[in-house]
């Protein structure tokens, strides 16, 4: 186990960091940190053994929860092992895959006042306080994908800060005046946001990039049979059809179906029909959009459907729509930060505020005739005029 750990962390670079790393608080002693698979979440937990235990690497171990090591050994064992050795930090990986993990993290924290846990779990990881307290010894962390912002930088090599949605409303022209400058004419941010949108959400595009649409679809399969199982109580049927749900709505996306002609091709009630819609969101493979911001709890038919992210459109469908592509990749970056539901008049309305239409450079204010705090998120510009914004500027929120 520790071989592997120092191995891996030898292997690990630190020349790009993910926007999430410099907010976590390392030092806090139980820190959960979720997330899709496929975002970096590993790469997170080895850059930080790396940078911050280079003198000491005796006190930090790495270790993942779908390692064969643990079919006949426990976390605890590890656990007592590492601190009865000096041992100070362990950093865990797929924490969802234990049994009663909840439990065993409380008792971690209580009987080992001076040791540090980090650890990883699916984006559907649901802490139950039910089952064991950890709302007041819990820091807790979410890591999205690439935004464009930081696709932006592993491709130009620039640095490029992150602009709150209230400054990039106010300041978009400048802003994009001032990063457009930069760029070279090998660089330009059309070409760039295009590749993005292909290929740009997963930090893996990098090793692979010839079979990156592959390797998405086996992500997608790998969350659909593994994580969810272990995560909620769903016999092989229901994963089956949660496959074939996640296929139908990738072609239909992103109007919404009627619902029971979907539930009949399922063979499904309309509550597991809208169990399962509502899992697949929490999955990170869905965006439902409601009138009204809702938890996975309350199983209402969502008004709109997306799919979680840009490249999975070009991975699960053949010619992904255009019009699609453009407001699949607004929600997600938005949703990141914001929130976001279905509003009366236009595409989006954000923060219960802010409402956007989504379309290309010959888009008009039409649709949001007399609503204020109103703007059109615009396609094919590198830069924008009042209310006018580069669609690809909300791509910079984080």
Not at 322 to 336: P, S
Not at 371 to 397: K, N, Q, S
Request: include cysteine.
């Amino acid at each position: 186990m520790y071989q592997t750990s120092a191995r891996l962390v030898a292997n690990t670079t630190t020349t790009y960091y993910r926007y999430l790393y410099d907010q976590i608080k390392w030092s806090n002693r139980l820190i959960a940190i979720k997330g899709a698979r496929g975002v970096g979440k590993t790469t997170m937990l080895l850059q930080c053994i790396k940078d911050r235990f280079a003198d000491c690497p005796e006190r930090a171990l790495y270790v993942s929860l779908d390692n064969l090591w643990f079919a006949n050994h426990t976390l605890t064992e590890v656990v007592e092992y590492h601190h009865a050795h000096g041992g100070t930090h362990l950093f865990i990986d797929e924490v969802h895959k234990y049994p009663l993990w909840q439990t065993l993290m409380k008792n971690i924290y209580d009987e080992y006042p001076d040791f540090h846990v980090v650890f990883t779990g699916s984006s559907m990881l649901k802490i139950d306080n039910s089952k064991a307290d950890l709302s007041r010894r819990l820091s807790d962390y979410t890591l999205h994908g690439l935004s464009f912002r930081e696709f932006l930088c592993l491709e130009t090599g620039k640095h490029i800060p992150a602009v709150s949605l209230d400054e990039l409303l106010r300041n978009h022209v400048s802003i994009a005046m001032h990063l457009t400058s930069q760029l070279t004419s090998q660089t330009k941010i059309l070409p760039l946001f295009e590749a993005y949108l292909k290929h740009g959400y997963f930090p893996f595009y990098r090793e692979e990039l010839a079979d990156y649409n592959d390797r998405l679809k086996k992500v997608a399969y790998a969350v659909l049979i593994e994580d969810v199982p272990a995560i909620e109580d769903v016999t092989y049927p229901t994963i089956q059809k949660l496959q074939r749900m996640l296929m139908i709505l990738a072609e239909r996306v992103p109007q919404t179906p009627k619902m029971n002609e979907l539930y009949a091709i399922l063979e499904t009630t309309r509550e597991q029909g809208l169990k399962m819609m509502w899992m697949l969101q929490r999955a990170a493979l869905l965006h439902l959009l409601s009138t009204e911001t809702r938890e996975f709890h309350h199983l209402l038919k969502p008004d709109k459907i997306y799919l979680h992210n840009p490249n999975l459109m070009y991975a699960l469908t053949e010619l992904p729509d255009k019009g699609t592509l453009r407001e699949t990749f607004f929600i997600n970056q938005l949703a990141a930060v914001a929130e976001v539901s279905y509003p009366r008049k236009g595409d989006f309305l954000v923060n219960h505020r802010y409402l956007f239409e989504v379309g290309g450079k010959n888009k008009t204010f039409d649709q949001l005739k007399g609503a204020h705090d109103a703007f059109l998120a615009v396609d094919d510009i590198e830069t924008g005029f009042g209310d006018r914004i580069p669609l690809w500027m909300f791509g910079l929120l984080y």
